[in-house]
């Protein structure tokens, strides 16, 4: 059985000379809403304060006078709002395939293959099946976090190894996914959560950068959970 410290120096070996591709590989996962980069994400949202900040705004340039123009500004806003809600769609619903294309990337780099920017474009056409598993993911997620934080953290821990599985058998259910990835994790999510600790330090020095240092964190980190993946899936990462 391997340790945190196992998976971190196979992820430093898979790494070596392939770190540029690995950075702007994650970077552009981040950008598309694959994965999150801490200090990097970028997030389009409308606060209904922000819809009543403008309300007055309008209000006070025009004394309340001006009711066609205040009427715009309303029309504005739901605009703006239905733009947001329908880019958040399309954004999660196209991180639900970056996000597997990037861990094929990372299986891809533990393996000692070849691995191109041009994975993570990889499997649009199953993004039916990709999309409902980011769906059912996300649904038991936030159930589980409506019962209690540790229900919460338990599920997440139970399907982290689905973009991976996805990533070897696009052909699964969005259900088959999950299930085998809970089912696979048994046992294992608190050796996930050891692995995952064993960066805090890494952490801690990323922040002192405002999140730069994460460019380079997060393919570290992502790999080294692709070599967790391939151990407890019974394939054992490639020896360098």
Same mark, same amino acid.
């Given at each position: 059985?391997?340790?945190?410290?196992?998976?971190?120096?196979?992820?430093?070996?898979?790494?070596?000379?392939? *770190?540029?591709?690995?950075?702007?590989?994650?970077?552009?996962?981040?950008?598309?809403?694959?994965?999150?980069?801490?200090?990097?994400?970028?997030?389009?949202?409308?606060?209904?304060?922000?819809?009543?900040?403008?309300?007055?705004?309008?209000?006070?340039?025009?004394?309340?006078?001006?009711?066609?123009?205040?009427?715009?500004?309303?029309?504005?806003? $739901?605009?703006?709002?239905?733009?947001?809600?329908?880019?958040?769609?399309?954004?999660?619903?196209?991180?639900?395939?970056?996000?597997?294309?990037?861990?094929?990337?990372?299986?891809?780099?533990?393996?000692?293959?070849?691995?191109?920017?041009?994975?993570?474009?990889?499997?649009?056409?199953?993004?039916?099946?990709?999309?409902?598993?980011?769906?059912?993911?996300?649904?038991?997620?936030?159930?589980?976090?409506?019962?209690?934080?540790?229900?919460?953290?338990?599920?997440?821990?139970?399907?982290?190894?689905?973009?991976?599985?996805?990533?070897?058998?696009?052909?699964?259910?969005?259900?088959?996914?999950?299930?085998?990835?809970?089912?696979?994790?048994?046992?294992?999510? *608190?050796?996930?959560?050891?692995?995952?600790?064993?960066?805090?330090? *890494?952490?801690?020095?990323?922040?002192?950068?405002?999140?730069?240092?994460?460019? *380079?964190?997060?393919?570290?980190?992502?790999?080294?959970?692709? $070599?967790?993946?391939?151990?407890?899936?019974?394939?054992?990462?490639?020896?360098?």
């Amino acid at each position: 059985m391997k340790f945190a410290a196992d998976f971190r120096r196979i992820a430093r070996d898979a790494l070596v000379g392939k *770190w540029t591709t690995a950075v702007i590989a994650g970077l552009i996962a981040s950008l598309l809403g694959g994965i999150d980069i801490e200090g990097l994400g970028f997030n389009v949202h409308i606060e209904n304060s922000d819809v009543s900040s403008f309300r007055e705004l309008v209000t006070a340039l025009t004394g309340g006078r001006t009711l066609i123009l205040s009427q715009t500004a309303l029309g504005l806003s $739901a605009v703006a709002l239905i733009c947001a809600l329908t880019a958040g769609i399309a954004l999660f619903l196209l991180g639900g395939i970056i996000r597997v294309g990037y861990g094929k990337f990372n299986l891809d780099l533990v393996d000692g293959q070849e691995s191109g920017i041009n994975t993570l474009f990889s499997y649009f056409s199953h993004w039916k099946s990709l999309a409902a598993a980011r769906l059912l993911e996300t649904a038991y997620i936030l159930l589980g976090f409506l019962l209690l934080i540790v229900p919460g953290i338990i599920v997440t821990y139970s399907f982290a190894m689905t973009d991976y599985i996805l990533a070897e058998h696009p052909e699964m259910s969005a259900d088959e996914a999950l299930t085998r990835s809970n089912e696979m994790m048994r046992g294992n999510r *608190w050796r996930l959560f050891c692995l995952q600790f064993s960066f805090i330090g *890494w952490q801690i020095l990323s922040s002192l950068t405002f999140g730069i240092g994460n460019l *380079w964190l997060t393919p570290y980190m992502q790999t080294a959970t692709a $070599a967790f993946y391939r151990e407890i899936s019974g394939t054992e990462p490639v020896e360098f």
